[in-house]
Antibody
Framework: EVQLVESGGGLVQPGGSLRLSCAASGFTFSTYSMNWVRQAPGKGLEWISY????????NYADSVKGRFTISRDNANNALSLQMNSLRGEDTAVYYCVGRGMDVWGQGTTVTVSS | QSVLTQPPSASGTPGQRVIISCSGS????????VYWFQQLPGTAPKLLIYRSNQRPSGVPDRFSASTSGTSASLAISGLRSEDEADYYCGVWDDSVYVFGTGTKVTVL
């Protein structure tokens, strides 16, 4: 079964850091680009980052550029998102998305609040 | 800020046909494939259409899509109660991916 499972969400204070992880299974992870997409409470979808299969091409949305870092470990079928200098507006459900936007994880919730 | 504009809502009775529009520009819809996603209440989004008009396996042929110039549209034929959801278009715009503003479909 093709699956993406996110973890690492939680409650963090403004200015804090959090690292999200995504475990992939059921497909050849190393051959596909991956993305992170988030959805604030009651809002629409927002793409935040992309990484190609070899980590040679990485892009970020302006809203997270300089604060978030995407990375991947093809040997372990894992995708990560390091989030620093977190703000209230980063509160959202974060989805790991891959295989051409075909596969979505169930999401992990990040809440930034004091 | 989304660069793809969708109507906030659409509705129909069971069996009717509903069409959702997605308006973009020459840098996104006018140049790249459009994707459509369905998000049922309380769940993660699911890919509904890829490469502008292709359905992944398992997606009913009641769902169809097309593009014309800088606009795209998703049609749901034979509307069913289980189609009540939020629908988003999405497309690459240079090196960023942009989603539409989303359309809530209600089955009356």
């Amino acid at each position: 079964e093709v699956q993406l499972v996110e973890s690492g969400g939680g409650l963090v204070q403004p200015g804090g850091s959090l690292r999200l992880s995504c475990a992939a299974s059921g497909f050849t992870f190393s051959t596909y680009s991956m993305n992170w997409v988030r959805q604030a409470p009651g809002k629409g979808l927002e793409w935040i980052s992309y990484i190609n299969s070899r980590s040679s091409n990485i892009n970020y949305a302006d809203s997270v550029k300089g604060r978030f870092t995407i990375s991947r470990d093809n040997a372990n079928n894992a995708l990560s998102l390091q989030m620093n200098s977190l703000r209230g507006e980063d509160t959202a459900v974060y989805y790991c998305v891959g295989r051409g936007m075909d596969v979505w994880g169930q999401g992990t919730t990040v809440t930034v609040s004091s | 800020q989304s660069v793809l504009t969708q109507p906030p809502s659409a509705s129909g009775t069971p069996g009717q046909r509903v069409i959702i529009s997605c308006s973009g520009s020459s840098s996104n819809i006018g140049r790249n494939y459009v994707y459509w996603f369905q998000q049922l209440p309380g769940t993660a989004p699911k890919l509904l259409i890829y490469r502008s008009n292709q359905r992944p396996s398992g997606v009913p042929d009641r769902f169809s899509a097309s593009t014309s110039g800088t606009s795209a549209s998703l049609a749901i034929s034979g509307l069913r109660s289980e189609d009540e959801a939020d629908y988003y278009c999405g497309v690459w715009d240079d090196s960023v991916y942009v989603f539409g503003t989303g359309t809530k479909v209600t089955v009356l």
